[in-house]
């Protein structure tokens, strides 16, 4: 499993954009780019994923360069319901008997300042 | 709507005392984790089945064990609770194929005294 590494933590005032960047040097042909959102006292739920360029859906948007080694994680204009933990992950995007391909990191705590 | 419960929100346990952990899903989803979270450790799987009676280790599963009797049900046991075990619990689900994205549940934080 590709191993990911991502700040520990963030600032970031309100109504700003918040772009957090994953590093996964050894990142294989196969695996796919996940991130999700934690809240305090919540399990996490899934934000984003893709596997090259950009993707974009009504809560982020995910650049990932040529290379893949790296992936962004943008928020536009964040709020305080904003502040969380994201985690970044890499692995196959397929899940079959007897697979698992989710490691979490330890993610990026993001605090939104007012 | 996706649901994943988890029996209990909070549970104090004593060290020694067998303790049951059980989530339920709604989904009808092949694949089924167990995984403890601590503070600067992140999420750590510790066990995972893909089927019914099917498991996995995961990275720590030492002092753990998992039971899958029906595929909506999994329980995760600790044999003889340690202090060591005082964390929150994450079950979470996914589906089988591609793109299935994992769903949790809202978490068990378990203190064993």
């Known amino acids: 499993l590709a191993k990911t590494t991502q700040p520990i933590s963030m600032d970031s005032y309100e109504g700003q954009e918040v772009n957090i960047t994953c590093s996964h040097n050894?990142?294989?042909?196969?695996?796919?780019i996940t991130w999700y959102q934690q809240f305090p006292s919540q399990g996490p739920r899934f934000i984003i994923q893709?596997?090259?360029t950009k993707v974009t859906n009504e809560v982020a948007s995910l650049f990932i360069p040529a290379d893949r080694k790296s992936s962004t994680l943008s928020l536009p204009r964040v709020s305080l319901s904003d502040t969380a933990v994201y985690y970044c992950?890499?692995?196959?995007?397929?899940?079959?008997?007897?697979?698992?391909?989710?490691?979490f990191g330890k993610g990026t705590k993001l605090s939104v300042i007012p | 709507d996706v649901k994943v419960t988890q029996s209990s929100r909070y549970l104090v346990k004593r060290t020694g005392e067998k303790v049951f952990l059980e989530c339920v899903q709604d989904?009808?989803?092949?694949?089924m984790f167990w995984y403890r979270q601590d503070p600067g450790l992140g999420l750590r799987l510790i066990y995972f089945?893909?089927?019914?009676?099917?498991?996995e280790k995961g990275d720590i599963p030492e002092g753990y064990s998992v039971s899958r009797e029906k595929k909506e049900r999994f329980s995760l046991i600790l044999e003889s609770a340690s202090t060591n075990q005082t964390s929150m619990y994450l079950c979470?689900?996914?589906?089988?194929?591609?793109?299935?994205?994992?769903?949790f549940g809202p978490g068990t934080r378990l203190t064993v005294t």
């Open positions: 979470a689900t996914r589906g089988q194929g591609w793109f299935y994205e994992q769903y």
């Open positions: 050894n990142i294989a042909t196969n695996d796919y």
């Open positions: 893709g596997y090259k």
């Open positions: 992950l890499v692995g196959v995007a397929y899940s079959g008997a007897g697979s698992y391909q989710l490691t």
């Open positions: 989904m009808d989803h092949e694949n």
């Open positions: 089945s893909y089927d019914v009676k099917m498991k």
